[in-house]
């Protein structure tokens, strides 16, 4: 779950770490009234969990309440990087002398906490990894010891001297946080150092593990402050993992890695996914009607591919849940199903039987692919 | 000839009372694995199918002589199951158990560098070695036995693409789904190094997808290390970059982690890359003698 900023900079102010100070806005009003109780000047910043807002015109300095409530109107009409935009963040605006960089990240390829540090700040990290990797400080942390005092001073080392105990501070609590609330990344882009020297954290990106939220019941309401289509949240509710495309050929299958394959096969086959949609191992009948209602529910889907290989997931049940849901939804288009694995004769012959006329069958996850493309792009003429 | 399970095994289910820790272990058993106990605490003295149930692990080593563990435990308590049966001596850990939080994990990894239990998972369908022995839920008649070795990311597409092989006649000698968690217990390099060394096979898949950059460290290991052909196949080509694709660890972030890179690390390596399952397997038929 990758959390705003503004989410992020609350679990700052539960661990200390210094930010502006910062009021949520959802309204042009808001936004103005906020930057009257900030002193006449303000930071205005879309609230978006993706990068690239400076460059992209989501984050503006304002001197008066009036440029505060246009520039939240522009943001909040006409959203961000066609992401829906529904609060920004009025913020203090800090006199700044530097810009740094910092984060801790769970680094899959080693299994452990990685952190880095950089005296240059506002820069994208991947680029600069790339062209100047000696300008970042690393230093990975074995999650079973944690953080060191060593760990933290060749971190700030990279810093001007004046910088580096208000930075370290800044570090010691972060990695607290990222370890305590099952975060898997912190990043601080820019950490600035103000004229007065303190280090504050500008810009607050949080990811939280999902798979922990159980630990952490109070972030978990964090979630309800996305906006989130309705269809994607109903898929949601019945455990299925779906996930908007833009083609014209339903897409359910189970397992990830077999989902993303037939994804990529329907693509050679000459047509496009309309979504990703995974039902998960030991998919129920309930959850195979759910699916095709929820795939089925985008108007630009034309044909419909059901690729099943069983092993926890049982042929029976899936075909079973299909003819499910032909009673439960007006299905307008053709629905190509291919099974395989765990008890698929079963569900063939449960299929064949109801002999419907929307159903075609496919031997293999080729011929399904080929044969739903068809249908796609021959229904689109 | 086999990798990691086989002839040797000894296996001990850690949730052997849970629905599908007992639905897959008796699944197990029935085709051949010998399954020596289960493992749920306060469940001892009572026996699934006439498989005994302990209460530790340690137990089950003990009396039982386990030397490898499938772990169905549910995921706020499984890796806590795999330190435990890690401490307990076993050699072989399969975790079969999805959404443990990667943090548990990170503890697990680092705790188990430099020890001897090897990990498989978690979030994966275990391993099998056709004929011989099956620890996890990868449906035993999909699979033939012969000589060529599997690992794979994903779940279904061990089953998709060995199904493919089997249909043309290609046997394997043993299947590895290694989960597709970002933290997690043996990879390609591990898999392919045991492979490699295995006199029963003959030629080695790897069945990579999106996200993180596991593919890339094979293919740098596989220009060094491995004389077996490799084919080779990506997962998601068509993902968008910043979507999450079921998988933990299947998400394109900025320019890393595309199946593109990936294909042609792979390629530069050697490496035959098929652009379908069914491509898969077409290289394979044509690579083997």
Redesign the interface.
């Known amino acids: 779950m990758d959390l705003y900023e503004h989410q992020g900079k609350e679990l700052f102010a539960r661990y200390e770490i210094p930010a502006p100070r910062g009021i949520v806005a959802t309204s042009a009003d808001e936004a103005a009234q906020a930057t009257r109780e900030l002193g006449g000047r303000s930071v205005v910043k879309v609230q978006v969990a993706?990068g690239g807002r400076g460059k992209g015109g989501g984050v503006v300095v304002v001197d008066s309440p009036e440029r505060a409530a246009a520039e939240a109107d522009r943001m909040l009409g006409a959203g961000f990087k066609d992401m829906p935009v529904t609060r920004v963040l009025v913020e203090q605006a800090l006199p700044i002398a530097r810009e740094f960089y910092t984060s801790f990240l769970?680094d899959?390829?080693t299994?452990?906490?990685l952190g880095m540090m950089t005296a240059e700040g506002g820069v994208d990290i991947?680029e600069l990894a790339r062209t100047r990797p000696d300008a970042i400080r690393r230093v990975h942390v074995?999650?079973?010891l944690g953080l060191r005092t060593y760990h933290v001073r060749e971190l700030v080392s990279v810093l001007p001297p004046d910088a580096r105990e208000g930075a370290g501070d800044v570090l010691r609590k972060a990695f607290r946080l990222l370890?305590e609330l099952?975060a898997?990344l912190v990043e601080i882009n820019p950490l600035v150092q103000l004229e007065d020297g303190s280090v504050v954290a500008l810009d607050a990106k949080v990811t939280i593990?999902?798979?922990?939220l159980?630990?952490h019941p109070d972030l978990e309401s964090l979630r309800s402050a996305f906006p989130i289509d309705p269809v994607e949240a109903r898929a949601r509710e019945k455990g299925l993992?779906y996930?908007k495309?833009d083609g014209e050929v339903g897409i359910i299958?189970?397992?990830?890695?077999?989902?993303?394959?037939t994804?990529?096969?329907v693509?050679?086959a000459g047509a496009?996914?309309a979504n990703?949609l995974?039902v998960g191992?030991?998919a129920s009948a309930d959850q195979m009607a759910t699916s095709l209602e929820v795939v089925l529910s985008d108007p630009a889907v034309r044909s419909v591919l059901i690729n099943i290989?069983?092993?926890?997931t049982r042929g029976d049940l899936v075909a079973e849940g299909i003819l499910g849901a032909l009673d439960r939804v007006e299905v307008r288009v053709p629905i190509v199903v291919r099974l395989?694995?765990?008890n698929a004769e079963e569900g063939r012959r449960i299929l064949a039987e109801a002999n419907h006329p929307r159903i075609v069958t496919a031997d293999?996850?080729?011929d399904g692919a080929k044969r739903a493309a068809e249908l796609a792009t021959g229904a689109a003429v | 000839m086999s990798v990691l399970v086989g002839e040797q095994t000894r296996l001990v289910v850690q949730g052997i009372t849970g629905n599908e820790g007992t639905f897959h272990t008796l699944r197990n058993a029935d085709y051949g694995t010998k399954v020596v106990a289960g493992v749920t605490p306060g469940k001892a003295g009572q026996d699934v199918d006439g498989i005994p149930v302990l209460d530790t692990v340690a137990d089950a080593v003990r009396t039982t002589g386990a030397n490898t563990s499938m772990i169905f435990v549910p995921a706020r308590f499984a890796a806590e199951a795999i330190l435990e049966a890690a401490d307990a001596g076993v050699e072989l850990v399969v975790a079969i158990t999805e959404g443990i939080p990667v943090r548990d994990m990170a503890e697990v990894h680092a705790y188990l560098e430099g020890r001897d239990t090897v990990l498989v998972g978690p979030n994966c369908p275990g391993v099998i070695s056709p004929g011989v022995a099956n620890v996890g839920i990868i449906p035993g008649e999909i699979c033939a036995a012969g000589r060529v070795g599997l690992v794979s990311r994903s779940g279904t597409l061990v089953y998709q693409i060995v199904h493919e092989l089997t249909q043309r006649g290609i046997g394997q000698s043993t299947c590895i789904g290694m989960g597709g968690d970002p933290v997690h217990g043996i990879g390609f390099i591990d898999a392919l190094e045991r492979f490699e060394d295995d006199p029963g096979t003959e030629l080695v898949v790897m069945v990579g997808e999106i996200g993180g950059d596991d593919e890339e460290r094979a293919a740098a290991f596989i220009s060094e290390h491995v004389a077996k052909p490799v084919v080779g196949y990506i997962a998601g080509f068509t993902a968008p970059p910043g979507k999450r694709m079921g998988h933990a660890g299947a998400i394109v972030t900025g320019s890393s982690g595309t199946a593109q890179a990936k294909a042609e690390a792979l390629e530069r390596a050697g490496v035959k890359v098929g652009r379908t399952p069914t491509e898969v397997a077409e290289l394979v038929q044509a690579a083997l003698p």
């Not at chain 1, 290989?309 to 926890?312: N, P």
């Open positions: 993706i769970l899959r390829s299994g452990r906490y991947e074995d999650p079973n370890t099952d898997t593990d999902d798979n922990a159980f630990r993992q996930v495309l299958g189970n397992g990830a890695g077999l989902v993303m394959s994804l990529d096969v693509a050679q496009r996914a990703f995974d191992g030991g290989f069983g092993g926890i395989d694995g765990t293999t996850m080729l």
